[in-house]
């Protein structure tokens, strides 16, 4: 494995040459250690697109938690893998990178594979932006063949917050050699003063809870709302709008991530455990360059220390990206409770942008693939909002194949409302014929969710 280093002010990467294993089904693909301040670092791992690396666009890819690894994102929803029972891997047909090659980053330092040193664990959306800006910074310089490519940026669940944050970041500064081209928010939390009360409104409307339940939980959520808009501390805001959240959890007994699917185990990610034995191979880690790393799903002190500012609006951040003409996606799974797709909608109803009013009085289109509706979207302008039938929290996890068409089309800027048969597309496919119950104890229902949001 030759290493490359390149010093950078204060910062340097330790990046590997492009690589093919085996392992990794001989995928091509470049993990990489970019070094932060005080021996910190991060973590990132880039797929070459199955189709045409050479020009094909560039997406970054970011878990949530807060301190959720982005690894959960490769192996176990969009990326070119699945892990096994076995702990092998299998390759995944639906996969992002059929058509566009997708960076992966454990981010903020601190998260799975990346290291907290002797740096203090980040606070703010604007530290960690000016982290990524760096991390992207770098990686264009390491591997210049990105340099000018379409950039887009997607994640889901907290990544709500980063994705706004880090795309207003990116368009203010205006220095990262990219076409930045969209963003792309998958059941994200964005706009708590309106996604918090959506509990009551989801659960019952799909017969979760009972109508005593709703009526006190709705009443709660009225007044935990009125803090979230007056800014209050979060210890205030917690007080108030925690107790309805765990209401509904005791009484709804149901995966919060989506309430079709039983919990497996007390995490409700059975899969958690066979990734995390594969990351903790010892060939694994030397093929990644992380020799000896624990890595883990989702790192409990970086969520405690950056959980005070869950209820912080990303709307602002994300306006500056709309206002840029950056092409923006919000979509979600409507089996998903935790960022349900009610309280996504009431959040991008009540946007502040230039089409505001159009967008309120725009009507739903269905969205159909292989003849059959699968979701429907309201869209303006450069602003859209899709609901995926028959998914949870992780829509390219339930639905892989609706899912893979839909960032397809929003990298093509296609507005077709019909997500062509896989056949009919460019794709990889043309080549080679998934309850938050958590079994909540006392302490995590403290917390709004510990480790809840990927």
């Known amino acids: 494995m030759q290493a490359k280093l390149i010093f950078l002010i204060s910062f340097l990467v330790c990046s590997s040459i492009a690589m093919q294993n ?114 992207l910074q770098t990686f264009l310089q390491t591997y210049p063949q990105y340099v000018n490519r379409d950039f887009y940026i997607a994640g889901e669940s907290y990544a709500g917050q980063y994705i706004p944050a880090i795309g207003s970041y990116i368009v203010k500064t205006g220095d990262l050699q990219i076409k930045f081209r969209g963003v792309a928010i998958g ?69 919060f991530y989506n309430y079709k699917k039983p919990c497996l185990d007390s995490t409700c990610f059975d899969e958690d455990n066979n990734l995390q034995k594969f990351l903790t191979r010892k060939d694994v880690q030397q093929i990644l360059g992380v020799d000896g790393r624990k890595w883990t799903s989702c790192v409990n002190n970086v969520y405690d220390e950056m959980i005070t500012l869950e209820n912080r609006s990303a709307v602002k951040d994300l306006l500056n990206v709309v206002e840029a003409n950056i092409e923006v996606l919000i979509y979600s799974g409507d089996l998903d409770i935790m960022c349900n797709y009610l309280g996504g909608e009431q959040w991008t109803h009540n946007f502040e942008w230039k089409n505001k009013n159009q967008f309120q009085a725009e009507s739903y289109q269905n969205v159909t693939m292989n ?42 800027q296609k507005k077709d409302l019909n997500l062509s048969n896989l056949s009919e597309q460019k794709s990889y496919l043309n080549i080679m014929n998934f309850q938050i119950l958590y079994f909540l104890n006392a302490y995590l229902l403290a917390h709004f969710v510990n480790k809840l949001l990927y």
């Open 22 to 135: 085996p392992i990794f089904l001989n995928e091509t693909f470049y993990p990489g250690l970019v070094k932060m301040q005080n021996d910190s670092d991060i973590f990132y791992i880039l797929f070459e697109s199955r189709n045409n690396p050479s020009s094909d666009p560039l997406i970054l890819w970011l878990n949530g938690g807060p301190g959720c690894s982005s690894l959960l994102g490769l192996f176990q929803e969009l990326g070119p893998f699945r892990v096994t029972k076995d702990i092998t891997l299998v390759s995944n047909p639906y996969s992002w990178n059929n058509n566009a090659s997708v960076l992966f980053v454990d981010q903020p330092i601190g998260t799975g594979f990346s290291s907290l040193g002797k740096s203090e664990i980040l606070k703010t959306e604007e530290e960690i932006s000016q982290h990524m800006h760096k991390v």
């Open 187 to 255: 059941n994200g939390w964005v706009d708590p003063y309106y996604q918090r009360p959506s509990y009551a409104e989801f659960t019952y409307k799909n017969g979760l809870i009972d109508k005593e339940t709703y009526k006190s939980t709705s009443q709660q959520f009225v007044e935990c709302a009125k803090l979230i808009k007056a800014e209050a501390p979060h210890s205030e805001q917690s007080e108030v709008c925690e107790p309805p959240f765990t209401e509904i959890v005791i009484n709804s007994s149901a995966n």
């Open 371 to 412: 003849g059959q509706v699968i979701g429907k979207v309201k869209s303006v302008s450069n602003f859209s909002f899709h609901v995926v039938h028959e998914a949870g929290h992780m829509v390219s996890k339930d639905q892989p194949e609706a899912a893979l068409q839909l960032i397809n089309n929003f990298i093509s």
